[in-house]
């Protein structure tokens, strides 16, 4: 029988074999891997980088903590901690907390918050860190951010809304979303909502937990009490947890609460505006006076009945809706 001639040998010797299925996906596995590691050893220079441009604004201090010196206010964020999370990936869920201090300088007990970071799939964690990094560093910019919101939080909860470093910011911000002014005399936020109507809230006021807040008609030269205090006088609802939430709920009102339900607005907020909006008061009517319908049985976003004197004013608010869309009581 005769031998099989094997060409590839002949030309590179017994050392030439074929590599098997199994070798060539474990080396495919092990460039992937070590691409990896490139791309985080990159990332990591980039760090180093940013730190160092920015040596007048970053600083490590005797524990390891990265300084930040922000536009708004300093940061103290625990760099081992983040070391540890990238070391080892699967002890990861989220970004640890930052310090937040004001900026005239550190404090005994600094307010925290949670920042994230929006990441893109196969970004290196470093490159990651860095844009957590220069986030907190171009804080005057990134804290207006949707996904921001603890940080917003924190800041308010160190400076609130008297002027401060986050005015200039936020005035411009609200200028150009909701046509928004800020006067700092009289401690008030104006701005627009639909159908003509304008807003107002006070947030100077000592004796109150929450803001004052009222409200312009068209050709009106006075202004509607809506609210002495809204955190005292609404049910709680998310969308009057905060001055934000507050801003960006009512530029949509009143227009925007028609067919709005219960979970999506505050059912007080929507039976007083409807009470004297004719529209929006039409609009609940076939809600209101309902067979299945009881003021007790509405829930609160926290999935818990509204109960005792909320319930009273919504029944009496109902009256008036009833009234303002033209139902005759004795119908209702």
Known sequence: MSE????????????????????????????????????????????????EEHEDRMQIDDEDHLIIVGRLA????????????????????????????????????????????????????????????????????????????????????????????????MEQHFANTVGGGFDFTNDTFTFEGT???????????????GYRIEYQKPRQTWWNLLFDDHDKETTGHYVMCGFFEIVEHLNEAPGGLKGANDWQTDPILLRKIAADYPPLAKSLVDKITSPDYDAEEIYTDFEEPIEGEKADIIKSLDL??????GIALAHA
């Not at 017994?14 to 596995?29: A, I, P």
């Not at 300093?74 to 900026?103: A, C, L, Q, T």
């Not at 008036?320 to 869309?325: G, H």
């Open 195 to 209: 159908n003509g109507w304008s807003w107002r809230i006070h947030y100077g006021l000592p004796l109150n937990k």
């Open 4 to 51: 099989v001639f094997d060409g590839l040998a002949a030309l590179f010797g017994d050392n030439f074999r074929e590599e098997t299925v199994q070798e060539r996906r474990r080396d495919d596995m092990l460039d992937s891997m070590l691409n990896i590691a490139n791309a985080a050893k990159v990332a990591a220079n980039l760090v180093n980088d940013i730190v």
């Open 74 to 169: 300093i940061y103290r964020v625990d760099v081992k901690s983040f070391m540890g999370k990238f070391v080892n990936p699967f002890s990861y869920n989220s970004f640890d907390v930052v310090e937040v201090h004001p900026k005239s300088g550190l404090v005994k007990e600094p307010k925290t918050a949670c920042v994230q970071v929006l990441h893109q799939e196969n970004m290196p964690a470093y490159d990651l860190f860095a844009g957590y990094l220069l986030g907190l560093l171009n804080d005057e910019v990134s804290w207006l951010h949707e996904s921001l919101s603890p940080l917003r939080r924190t800041l308010f909860h160190i400076y609130g809304l008297a002027r401060s470093p986050l005015s200039p910011s």
């Open 320 to 325: 008036q809706v009833l009234e303002t869309a």
